[in-house]
C-alpha cells in the first residue's frame, strides 16, 4: 500500500480513537448538565481519579479487566456522594459552579498527596497488547478496543435512556419536576443515579486512556478543556452531538497534529467558534 494513504488510514483511526474517549468523557458531562443543570466543573477530575484507582486495582490484582469494572464505580460512588453531601446543598448554578471546581482542586491535591506527581505507567492487557492488520496498515488493537468499548456505551446509554422506564421518568423529570414528584416517585433518588451515570462514565474514559497516556496529576487537563470544548460545541443535553462532535474533534486533532501542527491546538476553538457563531446552543442543542 502507497505510504501517503497508510499513513491516511492510520492517523484516522488515532483520530477516532481519541475522539471516543472525548465521548466518554463529554456524554457523561453532558447527561449530569442535560438532565439536572449542573455543570461539574470536577468532571475531569474524577476521571483522573478513576485511572489513578484503576492503577491501584491492578498494582494489587495483576488484573486489568477488574480495574476497567471497579475504578468506574469507585468513582461513580464518590460522584453521588458528592451530589448528595455537598451539590444538594449549593445555592444557584454559580454555588454550583464555584463548589465543584473546589472539589476538583481538592481532588488534584489529594492525588499529588497520595501518588505524587509522576507518571505511572499502566500495562494493558496481554490479550490488547498486539497489532493488526487494517486493510495493509498495522494498528494498535487497544485503541480499537477502546473505539468499541466508546460504542457499546453509546448503544447502552441510548436504549437506558430511550427504551426503559427508567429512561423515561428521567427524562419526565428533566421537563416537569414537580409532576413526576407528585406520581410518588422520589427525583432525588433519579437525580442521584443521573449524577452517578454521568460520573462512571467519565471514570471509564479514565481507566480507557491511562494505559496510552500514562496515568499522571496532568491528565484532566490534558483531556478535559476538549472535553468541555465538545459538550459546547455538540449542544448541552444532546449525546448525538457529543459523539459526532467528537468524532470531528478527534480527526481534526489527529490530521492537525501530522499537517498543520502549529495550529493543531487552536483548531477545535476555532471550530467551536465558527458552530456557535452560526448555532449559539450549538449543533444540536435546543433553544431554551
Given at each position: 500500500?502507497?505510504?501517503?494513504?497508510s499513513?491516511y488510514?492510520s492517523?484516522?483511526?488515532h483520530?477516532?480513537?481519541?475522539?471516543?474517549?472525548?465521548?466518554?468523557i463529554?456524554?457523561?458531562?453532558?447527561i449530569?448538565?442535560g438532565m439536572?443543570?449542573i455543570?461539574?466543573?470536577a468532571?475531569t477530575a474524577?476521571?483522573?481519579?478513576a485511572?489513578y484507582?484503576?492503577?491501584v486495582?491492578?498494582?494489587?490484582t495483576?488484573?486489568?479487566?477488574?480495574?476497567l469494572?471497579f475504578?468506574p464505580?469507585?468513582?461513580?460512588?464518590?460522584?453521588?456522594?458528592m451530589?448528595r453531601?455537598f451539590?444538594?446543598?449549593?445555592?444557584?448554578?454559580?454555588?454550583e459552579?464555584i463548589?465543584?471546581?473546589?472539589i476538583?482542586?481538592?481532588?488534584?491535591a489529594?492525588?499529588?498527596?497520595i501518588w505524587?506527581?509522576?507518571s505511572?505507567?499502566?500495562?494493558?492487557?496481554e490479550i490488547l497488547?498486539?497489532?493488526?492488520?487494517?486493510v495493509g496498515v498495522?494498528y494498535?488493537v487497544?485503541?480499537l478496543f477502546?473505539i468499541g468499548?466508546a460504542l457499546?456505551?453509546?448503544?447502552?446509554?441510548?436504549?437506558?435512556?430511550y427504551r426503559?422506564?427508567l429512561?423515561?421518568?428521567?427524562r419526565?423529570a428533566?421537563s416537569d419536576r414537580d409532576?413526576v414528584?407528585a406520581?410518588g416517585?422520589n427525583?432525588?433518588?433519579v437525580?442521584m443515579?443521573v449524577?452517578?451515570?454521568?460520573?462512571?462514565m467519565?471514570?471509564?474514559?479514565?481507566v480507557?486512556i491511562?494505559?496510552i497516556?500514562t496515568?499522571?496529576?496532568?491528565?484532566?487537563?490534558?483531556v478535559g478543556m476538549d472535553?468541555?470544548?465538545?459538550?459546547v460545541?455538540g449542544?448541552?443535553?444532546s449525546?448525538a452531538?457529543?459523539f459526532i462532535v467528537?468524532?470531528?474533534?478527534?480527526l481534526?486533532?489527529?490530521y492537525g497534529?501530522q499537517?498543520?501542527s502549529?495550529?493543531?491546538p487552536?483548531?477545535?476553538?476555532?471550530?467551536?467558534?465558527?458552530v456557535l457563531?452560526?448555532r449559539?446552543?450549538?449543533?444540536?442543542g435546543?433553544?431554551?
Amino acid at each position: 500500500m502507497d505510504p501517503m494513504v497508510s499513513m491516511y488510514i492510520s492517523q484516522g483511526i488515532h483520530g477516532i480513537a481519541y475522539g471516543m474517549i472525548l465521548f466518554l468523557i463529554a456524554s457523561g458531562l453532558n447527561i449530569i448538565f442535560g438532565m439536572m443543570g449542573i455543570l461539574n466543573m470536577a468532571h475531569t477530575a474524577f476521571f483522573m481519579l478513576a485511572a489513578y484507582f484503576c492503577y491501584v486495582v491492578v498494582g494489587i490484582t495483576g488484573n486489568f479487566w477488574l480495574g476497567l469494572v471497579f475504578a468506574p464505580l469507585f468513582t461513580a460512588v464518590l460522584g453521588v456522594v458528592m451530589e448528595r453531601v455537598f451539590l444538594r446543598k449549593a445555592v444557584g448554578h454559580m454555588g454550583e459552579l464555584i463548589l465543584t471546581m473546589g472539589i476538583s482542586f481538592v481532588i488534584v491535591a489529594a492525588i499529588k498527596k497520595i501518588w505524587g506527581t509522576e507518571s505511572l505507567p499502566l500495562q494493558m492487557p496481554e490479550i490488547l497488547s498486539g497489532m493488526v492488520n487494517i486493510v495493509g496498515v498495522s494498528y494498535p488493537v487497544y485503541r480499537l478496543f477502546v473505539i468499541g468499548l466508546a460504542l457499546v456505551i453509546l448503544v447502552f446509554m441510548m436504549l437506558l435512556l430511550y427504551r426503559t422506564r427508567l429512561g423515561k421518568i428521567v427524562r419526565a423529570a428533566v421537563s416537569d419536576r414537580d409532576m413526576v414528584n407528585a406520581l410518588g416517585i422520589n427525583i432525588n433518588m433519579v437525580f442521584m443515579f443521573v449524577f452517578g451515570v454521568g460520573t462512571w462514565m467519565a471514570g471509564l474514559a479514565g481507566v480507557a486512556i491511562a494505559p496510552i497516556l500514562t496515568v499522571f496529576p496532568g491528565l484532566a487537563d490534558q483531556v478535559g478543556m476538549d472535553a468541555f470544548i465538545v459538550v459546547v460545541t455538540g449542544g448541552f443535553g444532546s449525546l448525538a452531538g457529543a459523539f459526532i462532535v467528537s468524532i470531528i474533534f478527534g480527526l481534526l486533532s489527529s490530521y492537525g497534529v501530522q499537517f498543520v501542527s502549529q495550529f493543531a491546538p487552536v483548531l477545535m476553538v476555532v471550530f467551536m467558534a465558527i458552530v456557535l457563531a452560526f448555532r449559539p446552543n450549538g449543533l444540536f442543542g435546543v433553544k431554551e
